[in-house]
T-cell receptor, first 111, second 115 residues
């Protein structure tokens, strides 16, 4: 069974702090997506990474795909209350159409 | 429309009732996926359509669950004789690429509560 473990599971921080969320697996992925989901809404796509070692930036968010394409990280700089939500990574193995979703990281940023 | 839409947004059903959940994907998207999301967890795959063909239904929990996409656009997920364990958020996602999970766009979901 393919698993994507995310850590930490829960995170509560003050506005302005930095944080990193990790997504780890023993499987190799052809691509990996990060989503943010707010209560009562569907997941919203933040980024897709496909190349080992790739780094993508989206304003204060930095995403990195591991060299071996088995893991990924999301770093948020100067977190804001609007960053609050459930962060999900989703991996795709080559030749399949099924997402393997991570276990999720619930982030709360306090004003 | 601009995004994936789902209806109803909320559904309360008495145990034993049948329900039908609708998904309108992004126009032109050939791939359509259904997921089930339990509270506080990541979505779990239910089924996949490429146009009107249901290529994978391996995630459907039981034969009470049935999905269709007869004209390759709108899809309906039907649950017969609902049980309390069916209570969850049902998410629909679509993608422009066939045969791949790359970059799926999700709808807001339908929250089903079975009483």
């Amino acid at each position: 069974t393919q698993l994507l473990e995310q850590s930490p599971q829960f995170l509560s921080i003050q506005e302005g702090e930095n944080l990193t969320v990790y997504c780890n697996s023993s499987s190799v992925f052809s691509s990996l997506q990060w989503y943010r989901q707010e209560p009562g809404e569907g997941p919203v796509l933040l980024v897709t990474v496909v190349t080992g070692g790739e780094v993508k930036k989206l304003k204060r968010l930095t995403f990195q795909f591991g060299d071996a394409r088995k893991d990924s990280s999301l770093h948020i700089t100067a977190a804001q209350p609007g960053d609050t939500g459930l962060y999900l990574c989703a991996g795709v193995t080559s030749g399949t159409y099924k997402y393997i979703f991570g276990t999720g990281t619930r982030l709360k940023v306090l004003a | 429309g601009a995004g994936v839409s789902q209806s109803p947004r909320y559904k309360v059903a008495k145990r034993g009732q049948d329900v039908a959940l609708r998904c309108d994907p992004i126009s032109g998207h050939v791939s359509l996926f259904w997921y089930q999301q339990a509270l506080g967890q990541g979505p779990e795959f239910l089924t996949y359509f490429q146009n009107e063909a249901q290529l994978d239904k391996s995630g459907l929990p039981s034969d009470r669950f049935f999905a269709e996409r007869p004209e390759g656009s709108v899809s309906t997920l039907k649950i017969q004789r609902t049980q309390q364990e069916d209570s969850a958020v049902y998410l629909c996602a679509s993608s422009s690429r066939p045969g791949t999970a790359y970059e799926q766009y999700f709808g807001p979901g339908t929250r089903l509560t079975v009483t």
